[in-house]
């Protein structure tokens, strides 16, 4: 009888685990992930492969663009009431600032979102989140005269025709910096209009702004952390500072749409890029992640801080538009 028992049991702990398995098996996401991304085309496709390793069952569509012109294609598919996207991975928080007002996130209250810095996180109710840092601060040749330590610096009128910024018209890190910085009273509209005093051209994008710094064409400028740290790396006269103020970021943040056709997958995609192996990812692509606990970039010297503004994102939605006109107004469309 004793014997029976045992193999009743040894039975019934199999079909116990048979079924575990079957209801995982289940649970795993599947089907098709429509993924929208302003992600370089090189990251764009190692992330997907990565994801797609830890989820096998699921396909991934991806449309990639620029955030301008993804959210003007997203904005034309909501009017047709057909919008495309489970989820977004594009350049700044403002974007999705502007598609939270309009209701269109998802939240997902299950994303495990410790060793996340709460000001790179941009969401508290976690409707997005910010996937890595994205720094401006200034560049300066090595054989300019004046070392920065303030963004007041270059308001110095000796600084007059040495100074470069990429357009917030363009670039979407320049966006968030003149949002961020119209908003603080020590620096406010003053600082545009100081830098405009001081013949400061606004060009297109950072890369611009590195070629003038580099060649000492310029050799003040306003630029992202790694573009200036790579240079210096590689033998360029460039040196990065971060303000005393702080630096400014974007985050490249994740979301998942309320109209999403695959919310599982969706939801699995916010895990994989939050979890230790994405937050990984995304440093061996160079960034800066948010996640600190993955380590630095390679380009980031040790010691190094880059002290983060604080940062009001949905105040600066509110003053985006607004800011910009002011702005081409000011120095021009570049």
């Not at 928080?93 to 996340?116: I, P, Q």
């Not at 009128?157 to 100074?163: A, F, T, V």
């Not at 998942?256 to 599982?264: D, G, Q, R, V």
Request: hydrophobic residues 45%; glycine residues 8%; proline residues 6%.
């Amino acid at each position: 009888m004793m014997l029976m028992d045992r193999r009743r049991f040894a039975v019934a702990g199999a079909s116990v685990a048979a079924i575990a398995a079957t209801g995982a098996r289940a649970q795993a996401p599947s089907g098709k992930l429509v993924l929208y991304t302003s992600q370089p085309e090189k990251d764009a496709n190692q992330t997907v492969a990565a994801y797609r390793k830890a989820n096998p069952g699921v396909e991934v569509e991806i449309f990639r663009s620029g955030t301008t012109e993804i959210m003007a294609k997203l904005a034309a598919e909501f009017s047709a009431g057909q919008p495309r996207p489970d989820v977004l991975l594009i350049a700044d928080s403002v974007s999705m600032e502007s598609l939270k007002a309009g209701d269109r996130l998802e939240s997902y209250a299950g994303a495990k979102t410790d060793g996340f810095d709460p000001q790179s996180f941009d969401s508290k109710d976690k409707t997005y989140f910010g996937t890595k840092l994205i720094t401006t601060g200034i560049a300066y040749n090595k054989a300019a005269k004046i070392v920065p330590a303030s963004w007041t610096d270059l308001m110095k009128p000796e600084l007059k025709g040495q100074i470069s910024m990429p357009s917030p018209l363009y670039s979407g890190a320049a966006a968030i910096t003149l949002g961020v910085f119209s908003q603080r009273p020590d620096l406010g509209w003053k600082f545009f209009e100081a830098l405009k005093a001081n013949e400061t051209v606004a060009v297109r994008g950072n890369g611009a702004v590195l070629r003038s710094v580099a060649t000492g064409e310029k050799p003040y400028g306003i630029l992202v952390d790694f573009m200036a740290y790579n240079a210096k790396a590689q033998g360029s006269p460039v040196e990065f500072v971060a303000p005393k103020e702080g630096v400014t970021a974007v985050t490249e943040p994740v979301c998942i749409l309320k109209t999403a056709s695959n919310k599982p997958a969706a939801r699995a995609f916010i895990d994989f890029i939050l979890s230790e192996d994405g937050q990984k990812l995304a440093l061996s692509q160079g960034y800066l992640a948010a996640r600190e606990s993955v380590g630095r970039p390679a380009w980031l010297p040790e010691g190094a801080k880059l002290p983060l503004m604080p940062m009001d994102i949905a105040a600066v939605l509110k003053t985006t538009d607004a800011d910009k006109k002011r702005f081409a107004d000011m120095f021009g469309a570049a």
